[in-house]
């Protein structure tokens, strides 16, 4: 199992899940609402001061799949294809190891 996790522009989430959804063994996401600033080094101005950059924060969204190992790379795949717009503060992407994973759900029916 992995965990791939994104963060990517908000406006290219309802995109993005639109692509997902029809992906075979595609298992479903969570979506949470974040705010982030990148590396003043990648791309800020020579009079931007540094302080200004780290605490001007850009709101973003978070999505997080956890999938079969052999799904996992198509969902990077497409994720990275989709959110990009080919411009500064597009986003992250990445794949890390899940050592186990469950639904929580009741299988047979007893007291509440």
């Known amino acids: 199992m992995k965990e ?3 963060v990517i522009r908000p406006n290219k989430l309802a ?3 639109e692509a997902l ?3 075979p063994g595609f298992p479903g996401m969570t979506v ?3 705010e982030g600033c990148s590396a003043p080094q990648r791309h800020v101005a020579a009079k931007v001061r540094v302080k200004d950059e780290l605490t001007d ?3 973003k969204v978070r ?5 079969p190992d052999d799904v996992a790379e198509q969902l990077f795949q497409r994720i990275s294809e ?3 717009t080919g411009h500064y503060g597009d986003g992250l992407v990445w794949i890390t190891p899940v050592e186990r994973a469950a639904f ?6 007893g007291p509440e």
């Open 4 to 6: 791939i996790k994104a």
């Open 15 to 17: 995109a993005l899940r």
């Open 21 to 23: 959804i029809v992906m």
């Open 32 to 34: 949470s609402k974040v």
């Open 57 to 59: 924060y850009s709101p």
């Open 63 to 67: 999505i997080e799949i956890v999938a």
């Open 82 to 84: 989709v959110a990009q």
């Open 104 to 109: 929580i759900f009741k299988t047979t029916p």
